[in-house]
């Protein structure tokens, strides 16, 4: 069949439309003869394809006799790479492209009734269009009405005329669900026969010349009056458990464009009987209902809903479902007596059991982390252990909590296609997918992170479903009756062309009511089903409908329908969960991102979205000045009102820093970073630069452990982009939580965590992120972090700097302490004495020190409040013009304004210890970032210009 897609990313390919000419020789022919393939030339035009030395391949597949089980030739290739045993012949006296193959050696099958080609450049790019079809074998037959593979509707009583050709003469024999209902003794090239329909029918039309045969299917439909009744209350879309009856079960569809629906199921040996025809609701005809009755509780059921047009489907909203092509893969460890695939079905398949009993909680009153406090673990857990199951996480639940992390974020477990994937080609959003292990399981360890302190969060990835999804084959375009095919123009959920330009599988339509429905149904399962703490949203560039596929640009901009749907989405969810945790993977435009950080922040809420960093983070680790200002590690930076900036060096979606580190780290004399355990130094100084700055953190897994395998690493060891979800070695299993210099990086984060939870202070919303500014360090490559909170009282840490060196070489690092006195390193609680804020402190390549003062502990000596360094813009918000800057006791200061993205905008130097400093405002509307800095200390202040 013809391909559109490799791996998990959509082609867009240009189309040569029209028929083109070819001739087969000999025609016709068996499946055993030598054929050969002849294109003229001009068919192809080589220029407008871009291809060279006349490199064109074909694409082809073979059907069985019935023109059905479509199987792609072995010597295809992948479609963005055309195996070269696919390139066809170029003869140049002829101008022609050739091909000679035995059909049963080319497509390593016998009983082959058909064949398909179309024709491709080498990386799918050009194709032809439409498929070309040729019948197989010396006696061909045509059904030529009803069409073959056809489904036909016809009442009770009324007569079809059945008619054919044949290129020989050959006898017909017409079969009705398996018994002769007509044959011919006469040999013909043509049949026609009126048969009049009793019943629905699996029809057979077989032509037969000598020994030879050839057959056409088709089938016939009575069409059915369905009742048309109000649903039951208690019934929604989905399975229903009837609370008072463990005895019965109410089942509900949406399924506009289908004239009727069947329950079928172990219940009723998969047959399709009317009794179990579903009803239509009144107030809503496209929603089909049924109560299934005489039950046996704690019995396992599976079923299916088939509709008029022949789709079978499993339930959207199942809780789980089984697989024929995924569960073999499981094992008996991971999912105990998982329940066998029913025998003769095909597709998904959907279970049902009466009477459960509910898990029973632990913990029903967990108090989830501020949303200003997390620290995320974001883990995949095929990658995690090597059992790859819940039960191995629930073991190593102490690993994770002595890191002190308070989040997890999963990648995908809903139900997803084949068991080895990160989980983003989901299928069923509302499934626990099995691959992992049991829903008890998932509970249990879900329970036993809120007893130990830490939240779940799911990534969820709603921009996309693959063609497997009950959503899409429900409405579909199948024209070699495989079950699955692009979407058809009529389906309620999909797009059949991207709206934007990052779109892999089926994209959904987000201002259709019954994909906001869909979401809003799996936010719920989630929530109530399972306690998860909240959701990483994938890909919320994908929620706009004003895009195209090919247009990065509109995909990048503000997009106001977005900004609306999602917005409506965090409504919803939030009314399910007031305090769920909602971020969202968008890495957009600041005016976009700040519509959600800032949305009903008052309220406590606000959504958190995604603040990568790994690039500036991996220059400062591997020791290079050019791009390593990570200060958008500030919210304020983002127009954020409050922290709602996950800031991260590493993700799922990054290059692992140790990676580069290693491969590519800069070096000095006997200083390389290249060198293991330099390597591994410098990442507990990426953590002192990373978890001491406020706001939401996230870390990726085992990172804590210098993992420096390559994102794109096979599993033969080499490295290649189209590896990048490929397995990568577990940590565990190579010892490295063992190895002392590993196990270092884990224990220092884990005290800079410890740090950070157990001082208030860093819940501070006024802090300056100073990385790397080169007019203080012209070599660069020092990172200084202030962090500080006055309302603080007694002795808790009021203010907190952090000093770094990733350079190569040892530097003298002026501190620029707000004040004088004594300074606590909380690394090892040693005291030091400042009696000069800026007498430099020597740093070793790679060194840092995080330093903690209160007033409590300052000498008797120190500079009272109300003499110490300070700030305040006069008449602010301000207006275009003139904007006053009052400043006190700022000892040879220059005030620097940025805006938001860290452009610089001003800079100047104060004469004077104190005053007013007037400047000259020439800025477009908008929020800008003030900053002082001076001998004794800095200061920050929000401006903002009308």
Known sequence: MRKLYSGIMMLFVAFVFGQISYTINPNPFNETDAITLSIPGNQIDETAWGVVNNAIYIWSWSLDGNYQNTQDCPTNGTWNNSNDLNKLNYNSGTDTYSLTFTPT??????????????????????????????????????????????????????SINITANTNVNATFQLKANGVVVNSTSTPSTSYSY??????????????????????????????????SQPIPSWIKQGINYDPADPTRVGFALYAPYKNFVHLIGSFNNWSVNDIYLMKRDTTNPDLYWYELNGLTPQQLYTFQYRTNDLKKVADPYSPQILSLYDDPSISSTTYPNLPAFPSGQSFEVSMFKTGQTPYNWQVTNFTRPSKENLVVYELLLRDFTQEKNWQSLINKINYLKDLKINAIELLPVMEFEESLSWGYNTSFHYALDKAYGTPEKFKEFIDLCHQNGIAVILDIAFNHATGRSPLVRLWNVDPDGDGYGDVATNNPYFNTVPKHSYNVFNDFNHSSSWTKYYVERCLQQWLTEYHIDGFRWDLTKGFTQNCTANDETCTNAYQQDRVDILKYYADKQWNIDPNSYMIFEHLGTDAEEQQWANYRVAEGKGVMLWNKQTDPYNQNTMGYVSN???????????????????????????????????????????????????????????????????????IWQF????????????????????????????????????????????????????????????????????????????DGLITRIYVYDTTLTGIELKNIVVLANYGITAKNVVPYFPYAGQWKNLMDNTVMNVTSTTAPITLQPGEFRILG?????????????????????????????????????????????????????????????SGTYEVQINYPAGT?????KSETGVAIQKMIIK
């Not at 800008?928 to 002082?932: C, D, E, P």
């Open 105 to 158: 050696v080319f497509y390593n099958r016998t009983g082959i009734g058909r064949l398909g080609f179309l024709l491709k450049d080498k990386t799918g790019t050009h194709q032809t269009s439409p498929d070309i079809l040729v019948n197989v074998g010396v006696l061909n037959l045509s059904l030529t009405n009803p069409s073959v593979n056809s489904l036909t509707s016809v009442p009770v009583g009324n």
């Open 194 to 227: 009126s048969y009049t329909v009793t019943q629905d029918a699996d029809m057979e039309l077989i032509a037969t010349q000598g020994s030879s045969s050839k057959n056409a299917t088709f089938i016939l439909q009575v069409p059915r009056n369905v009742i």
């Open 628 to 698: 390593s200002n990570f200060d958008r590690m500030d919210h304020d930076l983002h127009g954020f009102t409050n922290m709602r900036a996950v800031g991260y060096g590493e993700s799922h979606d990054e290059e692992r820093l140790m990676f580069k580190n290693l491969a590519y780290g800069a070096a000095n004399g006997t200083y390389d970073v290249k060198n293991l355990n330099t390597a591994l130094d410098r990442m507990k100084t990426f953590g002192a630069t990373f978890f001491t700055i406020p706001g939401p953190k996230m």
């Open 703 to 778: 990172g804590e452990l210098g993992y420096g395998f390559s994102i794109n690493r096979c599993t033969d060891g080499t490295i290649n982009t189209n590896c990048r979800t490929d397995e990568k070695p577990v940590a565990f299993t190579l010892g490295y939580d063992t190895d002392t210099n590993r196990k270092a990086v884990y224990n220092t984060w884990a005290q800079i965590i410890n740090i950070r939870n157990a001082n208030p202070v860093f819940k501070s919303k006024t802090y300056t992120v100073e990385s790397n500014n080169l007019t203080n360090d012209p």
């Open 853 to 913: 003062s209160t007033d409590g502990t300052l000498s008797t000596s120190e500079i009272k409040s109300e003499n110490r360094l300070s700030l305040q813009i006069a008449d602010n918000p301000v207006k275009k013009g003139i904007a006053k800057l009052i400043y006190h006791k700022a000892k040879n200061g220059e005030i620097t304004i940025y805006d938001l993205s860290g452009k610089k905008m001003d800079f100047f130097k104060l004469a004077n210890e």
């Open 928 to 932: 800008y970032l003030v900053q002082l």
